[in-house]
């Protein structure tokens, strides 16, 4: 079992105590269409946003027509609030393709001033954590160049059940490359485990190894 992750930076002058302390004014109850809630009613942890939305289905009736109905569902995203060097930080957790009605919330209670910026860790927490593991080796990767000069696009994926050299993509002139996502296959005390980073910014750890990894990426925030 692996765990989605991606983190925000967010720009605001509030606290993270000040902003848990807007959420816990702003909860979710059936007479809201959306709140927030502290997983385990503990307003130190994580917080779960619930937002009702609808699901359109549809089904053949007894003249064999497709029919499209409309159902009311509740939706939920997963999330932390961490601490950075300089600024705060959303952690989400398995997030979903479009969040517009948790950013809107967002903007809703922390007010004037507030945006977010995506923080890619392929860029700045990837290193940090191979550095401190114990053994990583790189098992799977994509990887895309472009050669404006002879109008061609260069795309190579590899993967390997024992490892990828770091030198595998000169092999294919593929420097300088953007890589679309890596997979390592971690080792920390006898625990082993894999990590997956996207250019997105989103990051694919498995349940096992997923403190650890955590505890590394956002040293670096």
Request: a positive charge; charged letters at 25%.
């Amino acid at each position: 079992m692996a765990t989605r992750y991606r983190w925000l930076r967010i720009n605001t002058e509030l606290k993270i105590a000040e902003i848990k302390a807007r959420m816990a004014a702003a909860r979710f109850s059936v007479d809201v269409d959306d709140g927030f809630s502290f997983i385990d009613s503990d307003i130190r942890g994580e917080i779960r946003y619930y937002w009702r939305t609808v699901v359109t289905t549809s089904y053949i009736d007894h003249d064999n027509s497709q029919v499209y109905q409309a159902v009311p569902t509740l939706a939920m995203l997963d999330f932390s609030l961490v601490d950075g060097r300089t600024t705060s930080y959303i952690r989400l957790k398995n997030p979903p393709r479009t969040m517009s009605a948790f950013l809107n919330a967002l903007e809703r209670i922390i007010g004037f001033g507030f945006s977010v910026e995506n923080f890619n860790v392929l860029l700045h927490g990837r290193e940090e954590l191979l550095k401190r593991s114990d053994s990583a080796r790189l098992v799977s990767v994509k990887a895309t160049n472009v050669k404006l000069a002879d109008n061609v696009i260069g795309r190579v994926e590899a993967v390997s059940k024992d490892y990828i050299s770091n030198d595998l993509l000169g092999k294919f002139s593929m420097y300088p490359h953007l890589v679309d996502f890596c997979t390592y296959e971690l080792i920390h005390k006898n625990v082993r485990g894999q990590v997956s980073f996207y250019r997105n910014g989103q990051a694919r750890v498995s349940e096992n190894i997923g403190g650890y990894v955590l505890n590394l990426v956002e040293g670096v925030l």
